[in-house]
């Protein structure tokens, strides 16, 4: 009776996070590159306080959806993490028997 030999399927499957890096990776470009800078030579041409408002609001947008990803990614971590833990609480077990059923196969011999 060996229990090392059960094989499990991985919970999260490759395609899975190459898809949530990409888009992450995707929006975070998105919203530096097209807004940001944009508003930014708006106000520093102009001076005008509309443009200035406007350079705050995207810039206060765009540091909101950062914390958003850094708190998606936060809890992310967190279920990796249980994740992790469960796995190898599972291996502790499947060890420990291993290690009685030799034991036990040692004195019988």
């Known amino acids: 009776m ?3 030999s059960n094989k499990k399927k991985p919970v999260f499957s490759l395609w899975v996070v190459l898809t949530g890096v990409v888009g992450v990776v ?8 097209c807004r940001v800078p944009r ?5 520093q ?3 005008n306080d509309k443009d200035k408002n406007r ?6 947008f765009t540091n909101n959806i950062v914390g958003g990803i ?3 990614a936060t809890v992310a971590g967190g279920v990796v993490l249980y994740l992790n833990f469960r796995e190898a609480t599972e291996n502790t077990r499947i060890a420990t028997e ?7 196969n040692t004195r019988i011999a």
């Open 70 to 72: 850094g708190t998606i």
């Open 2 to 4: 060996n229990c090392s």
């Open 39 to 43: 508003n930014f030579n708006q106000c």
């Open 98 to 104: 291993n290690t009685r059923i030799a034991t036990e």
């Open 26 to 33: 995707g929006l975070v470009g998105l919203l530096y590159f």
């Open 55 to 60: 350079f705050d609001a995207s810039v206060a």
């Open 45 to 47: 041409t102009t001076g």
